[in-house]
């Protein structure tokens, strides 16, 4: 199974400033064929269900604000949040998909400072 | 607007086999370009996807899930069900089903508001 790790566990900032979530994964989600890395995001609000962000690690799911974005490839991939917003305290994950079974990070909990 | 709503007993005792089926509203469950899945929370812990289902009944299973696990669809009712047998403690969790990309794009762009499942004695 591919693992992944998502660092840091909590983060805090302040309104306005830049987040920056980090997920590892212990075996490369590129594939030659397309190029492509196979590698999500995930927004999870308390009481609420995940919402998907991004996918093929930097393209935004339609209706995402563009303050956030996806980068990396091979096994180092990152989630910015350019200016953080009061809405954006939750919960995210990142998610591989280049083969079963699926598996998430733990989950990286961001709040306000 | 597509919605997903589980459903399913929220209380079980050790041993029993939890359950549950999510119901698809507002789009066809028999769509060539989705499978269909099922993915749990413990309380206050992360994501573990479980199964996931083609219409045709093709069918992905979490090997560590493997072996007590069942996913099945009945696309008449424009359902799909989970079987989780001899459960513990250790399967309380909130279990979400959503719509999950069949070709390269597997990633779950559409979730139910999930249900729990409480497992105690």
């Known amino acids: 199974d591919i693992v992944m790790t998502q660092s840091p566990d909590s983060l805090a900032v302040s309104l306005g400033e830049r987040a920056t979530i980090n997920c590892k994964s212990s075996?490369?989600?590129?594939?030659?064929?397309?190029?492509?890395?196979?590698l999500a995001w995930y927004q999870q609000k308390p009481g609420q269900p995940p919402t998907l962000l991004i996918y093929?690690?930097?393209t935004r799911e339609s209706g995402v604000p563009d303050r956030f974005s996806g980068s990396g490839s091979g096994t180092d991939f990152t989630l910015t949040i350019s200016s953080l917003q009061a809405e954006d305290v939750a919960v995210y994950y990142c998610?591989?998909?280049?083969?079963?079974?699926?598996?998430f990070g733990q989950g990286t909990k961001l709040e306000i400072k | 607007q597509l919605q997903l709503q589980e459903s399913g007993p929220g209380l079980l005792k050790p041993s029993e086999t939890l359950s549950l089926t999510c119901t698809v509203f507002?789009?066809?469950?028999?769509?060539?370009?989705?499978?269909w899945g099922w993915i749990r929370q413990p309380p206050g812990k992360g994501l573990e996807w479980i199964a996931s289902i083609y219409y045709s009944g093709i069918t992905y299973y979490n090997p560590s899930l493997k072996s007590r696990v069942n996913i099945s669809v009945d696309t008449s009712k424009n359902q799909f069900s989970l079987k989780l047998n001899s459960v513990t403690a250790a399967d309380t969790a909130v279990y979400y089903c959503?719509?999950?990309?069949?070709?390269?794009?597997?990633?779950?762009?559409?979730w139910g508001q999930g249900t729990l499942v409480t497992v105690s004695s």
């Open positions: 998610q591989h998909y280049y083969s079963s079974p699926y598996t």
């Open positions: 093929w690690a930097s």
């Open positions: 959503a719509r999950q990309g069949a070709i390269s794009l597997r990633t779950f762009d559409y």
């Open positions: 507002g789009g066809s469950i028999s769509s060539t370009s989705y499978y």
């Open positions: 075996q490369s989600v590129l594939k030659s064929s397309n190029n492509k890395n196979y």
